[in-house]
Nanobody, 122 residues
Framework: QVQVVESGGGFMQAGGSLKLSCVVSGSRFTVHIIGWYLHAPGKHRELVAELDSSGQPYYSDSVKGRFTISRENTKNTVYLQMNSLESEDTAVYYC????????????????WGQGTQVTVSS
């Protein structure tokens, strides 16, 4: 009942910027937590940035000061502004949300997008 779709990935030179978008769609749901994870080759999926239920942002140490997460609540859309990109940022970025589904009273579920590739060259 909930679909997560990312966009905005691509190729960028080190020092450049990209802006990722994530749209959560469906019916009868409420986004509780939403954020971005990355999965680099040979590594486990890890948190990049996240907004908690109060809208408080959290960032991994590696992206603090460079990336900014924001949300448009009325459209269930979240963005990841990625500045000062480094080659180490290269990965597939996944949008994740923990959302309450009204058809299952009081129950939340994890939903993941298909990922968008970010490649940074130096």
């Amino acid at each position: 009942q909930v679909q997560v779709v990312e966009s905005g990935g691509g190729f960028m030179q080190a020092g450049g910027s990209l802006k990722l978008s994530c749209v959560v769609s469906g019916s009868r749901f409420t986004v509780h937590i939403i954020g971005w994870y990355l999965h680099a080759p040979g590594k486990h999926r890890e948190l990049v940035a996240e907004l908690d239920s109060s809208g408080q942002p959290y960032y991994s140490d590696s992206v603090k000061g460079r990336f900014t997460i924001s949300r448009e609540n009325t459209k269930n859309t979240v963005y990841l502004q990625m500045n000062s990109l480094e080659s180490e940022d290269t990965a597939v970025y996944y949008c994740h949300t923990y959302a309450y589904v009204y058809t299952d009273v009081g129950r939340g579920y994890d939903y993941w997008g298909q990922g968008t590739q970010v490649t940074v060259s130096s």
